[in-house]
């Protein structure tokens, strides 16, 4: 099966590596991702101002656009996921936003896709023991701490992914690939997000302590899902450094780089060349590579 | 701090306004500073999240608007998870955010011209995106 695909805006470039490993890793589980045509970016932000449709209109013609293409759409990003799931559920709810944002975009979308991020196409559509059978190298003893952050979980009624406040679902794809999750209390709390545009050391304090907690708790790797979450607690562990003098650096991996690693795909193809942090030495050390 | 409390400030429009773009009901709020207690930028706030509504509901606009925990509001929405008064405290913030942006007079939080070099290329797409959108008018 085949399921459309909404790359959003840092997929073809800064997070290419979480974008190509995706595709990759979709065609070893037998599915496809149907990139959209004519997409634009979603805005990044769900707004949070009532009144503030026109920030909408982005993300709704995008799903209007998408409902012409099939009927369950997906995303890697966890941001571009949050805006367009939560657009998504407005329009279906929402009578008089929904005929205001159709006449703007001059479109009729009722709000009828399904919106599910790639991890819930892994869980639900394939199935984490599916993935189990088709791992080639299992990621034995690499004890990785899945990071959810903010907008895959929050608001829980409209996200719906997993428990608001103890999650378990990346933990459980984590062990269908072999790996040891490691649980620390930071997994769900915000690395900062935009703030790393307004006020950039406030982002390196929350990034240091989101770091600091998976260490702390045995962590060898931090797992995440988003190229937002990714630069604040990958590329800016040089920030970190250069703030707490005695803080070793930990390598960042995108969840569909973990997996495609264990699927056996050559390390070369999986981009670790954009990860900030090298993970080739703990890769090697581990044996996987 | 000294506040000076007068029944005009209190019965002014701005905890309206604020309630208006927000959606949200602000005197559900009974000061509990669950929504302080569990934000990650906390610690680099002027004032907690809790203390800005009681100033917005005292209508003490110079106070609310002039302080700045907004301006560091991720809207992780750990704070609208954990509220027992279901007032969605992002919101809350966006809609002072808002008042501010859209005064006439506007001051926008950034200046992109004072980036120092390489800081915008340096950062992901998404990050400017949604920054520019939260702090730009």
Not at chain 1, 128 to 144: H, M, Q
Request: charged letters at 25%.
């Amino acid at each position: 099966m085949d399921y459309l695909y909404f790359p959003g805006c840092t997929l073809y470039t800064k997070a290419k590596n979480l974008d190509q490993t995706a595709r990759d890793c979709s065609h070893l589980l037998g599915f496809e991702l149907k990139e959209i045509s004519n997409w634009t970016c979603c805005g990044a932000t769900f707004p949070l101002a009532t009144d503030n449709i026109m920030a909408l209109l982005p993300p709704s013609r995008i799903l209007a656009r998408a409902r012409q293409e099939g009927a369950i759409l997906t995303t890697l990003c966890a941001i571009c996921f949050n805006v367009i799931k939560r657009t998504n559920r407005l329009i279906q709810n929402d009578g008089e936003k929904r005929e205001k944002i159709n006449n703007f975009i001059e479109m009729n979308y009722q709000g009828d896709l399904r919106v599910l991020h790639y991890l819930e196409i892994l869980k639900q559509e394939i199935g984490f023991s599916k993935i189990k059978e088709r791992v080639k190298k299992p990621l034995a003893g690499l004890k990785a701490g899945a990071y959810y952050g903010c907008m895959l979980l929050r608001p829980f009624d409209e996200m719906g992914f997993d428990d608001k406040e103890r999650p378990t679902l990346f933990e459980e794809f984590l062990e269908a690939m072999g790996a040891e999750p490691v649980d620390f209390p930071y997994k769900i709390e915000c690395c900062g997000s935009f703030q790393s545009v307004g006020s950039p050391e406030v982002a390196t304090e929350c990034s240091y302590k989101i770091l600091g907690s998976a260490i702390k708790n045995g962590a060898e790797v931090v797992v995440s899902t988003c190229p937002m979450c990714t630069f604040n607690i990958d590329h800016k562990q040089s920030d970190i450094k250069e703030k707490y003098l005695g803080f070793k650096p930990i390598p960042v991996l995108y969840f569909t780089q973990l997996l495609g690693m264990a699927m056996g795909l050559d390390y070369q193809t999986l981009g670790f060349g954009q990860n900030f942090v090298d993970p080739l030495p703990l890769l090697k050390e581990k044996g996987f590579i | 701090m000294k506040i000076e409390l007068t029944r005009h400030k209190v019965h002014n429009e701005f905890a309206k306004k604020v309630e208006l773009i927000s959606g949200q009901n602000l005197f559900a709020c009974y000061q509990c500073g669950n929504c302080t207690a569990g934000c990650p930028v906390a610690f680099a706030m002027e004032v907690g999240p809790h203390e800005v509504i009681r100033y917005t509901l005292l209508g003490l606009e110079e106070e609310a608007v002039g302080v700045n925990t907004f301006w560091l509001c991720a809207s992780c929405l750990q704070c609208t998870s954990r509220c027992p008064k279901g007032i969605d405290i992002a919101r809350v913030m966006d809609a002072l955010r808002s008042v501010v942006l859209r005064k006439k007079d506007r001051k926008d939080h950034i200046q992109i011209p004072k980036f120092p070099e390489g800081f915008l290329e340096r950062l992901p797409q998404i990050a400017f995106v949604s920054g520019f959108r939260k702090f730009l008018s």
